[in-house]
């Protein structure tokens, strides 16, 4: 039990403390119509069993094996930036469902890490924004990189750290704009959302608002590292995400 709940002191305490079993005031049971209305002792016996038993598979399926920090560990950028595919449909009969995924050359855009962007509209409406402010930020940063991130070949994910964690998944933002001139290197880390995933992805966006050089610690780096999140880039980017990158310009 330890094992599962290792804030658990005895076993006590599990039958009878309020932030255990102890809450329980009662456990009801449903039986067949015509069935003598009270039960058993060797009935209710068997209830207390089953329920047991169920209260025991939800605390191992809910067992979290990791506990998320505010420290961030980093890595070579040949690591986290590999070539990646996606499945794009022949066909689009759904319309509405499915977002339009197309190819876009990038060849002749050094600053974006891939030859080319395989990226829905909303995607691509956001690598057209970061364009529009690239010459900016080259006139003030000597590295200027717009880094397309996929989980399902990085394995990295960005997990909640405050004190009441409410997802344990985690998630990694789509894109990394990666800013370094001689006296720091920024990180911002970017996702776009469609509005119809705005509420049930609030998490995500509370997770990437919280991500700041003052709330961070980066290990193995020294102070020239700061890290920022900034929230979801929606369609007419009226989370006004441009400002955000326009502080980076000044």
């Given at each position: 039990m330890?094992?599962?709940?290792?804030?658990?002191?005895?076993?006590?305490?599990f039958?009878?403390?309020?932030?255990?079993?102890?809450?329980?005031?009662?456990?009801?049971?449903?039986?067949s119509?015509?069935?003598?209305?009270?039960l058993?002792?060797?009935t209710?016996?068997?209830?207390?069993?089953?329920?047991l038993?169920?209260?025991?598979?939800?605390?191992?399926?809910?067992?979290?094996?990791?506990?998320?920090?505010?420290?961030?560990?980093?890595?070579?950028i040949k690591?986290?930036?590999?070539?990646?595919q996606?499945?794009?449909?022949?066909?689009?009969?759904?319309?509405?469902?499915?977002?339009?995924?197309?190819?876009?050359?990038?060849?002749?855009?050094?600053?974006?890490?891939?030859?080319?962007?395989?990226?829905?509209k909303?995607?691509?409406?956001l690598?057209?924004?970061?364009?529009?402010?690239?010459?900016?930020?080259?006139?003030?940063?000597?590295?200027?990189?717009?880094i397309?991130?996929d989980?399902r070949?990085?394995?990295?994910?960005?997990h909640?750290?405050?004190?009441?964690?409410?997802?344990?998944?985690?998630?990694?933002?789509?894109?990394?704009?990666?800013?370094?001139?001689?006296s720091?290197?920024?990180?911002?880390?970017?996702?776009?959302?469609?509005t119809?995933?705005?509420?049930?992805?609030?998490?995500?966006?509370?997770?990437?608002?919280?991500?700041?050089?003052?709330?961070?610690?980066?290990?193995?780096?020294n102070?020239?590292?700061k890290?920022?999140?900034?929230r979801f880039?929606v369609?007419g980017?009226?989370?006004?995400?441009?400002?955000?990158?326009?502080?980076?310009?000044?």
């Open positions: 330890k094992k599962y709940m290792p804030t658990l002191n005895s076993i006590s305490e039958m009878y403390d309020a932030q255990w079993l102890g809450q329980l005031k009662e456990i009801q049971a449903t039986v119509t015509g069935a003598d209305t009270v058993s002792r060797e209710q016996l068997l209830v207390v069993e089953k329920y038993a169920y209260i025991q598979r939800m605390l191992i399926m809910n067992y979290k094996r990791q506990r998320g920090t505010n420290k961030f560990i980093g890595l070579p690591e986290v930036v590999q070539d990646y996606k499945r794009v449909p022949v066909n689009y009969s759904n319309a509405g469902v499915h977002e339009s995924i197309q190819t876009y050359d990038y060849k002749k855009a050094p600053w974006f890490v891939y030859n080319e962007a395989i990226v829905d909303l995607e691509r409406s690598i057209e924004l970061i364009q529009d402010y690239v010459e900016e930020l080259q006139n003030k940063y000597k590295d200027v990189y717009l397309r991130s989980e070949n990085t394995k990295l994910k960005l909640e750290f405050a004190d009441n964690v409410s997802h344990y998944a985690g998630f990694l933002p789509d894109f990394v704009l990666y800013l370094a001139n001689e720091y290197i920024y990180q911002i880390y970017i996702e776009p959302k469609g119809q995933l705005l509420d049930q992805d609030q998490w995500k966006e509370d997770l990437l608002t919280s991500i700041s050089p003052d709330s961070v610690d980066v290990i193995g780096e102070e020239k590292v890290l920022y999140g900034v880039y369609s980017d009226s989370r006004q995400i441009r400002k955000k990158i326009e502080i980076f310009t000044d």
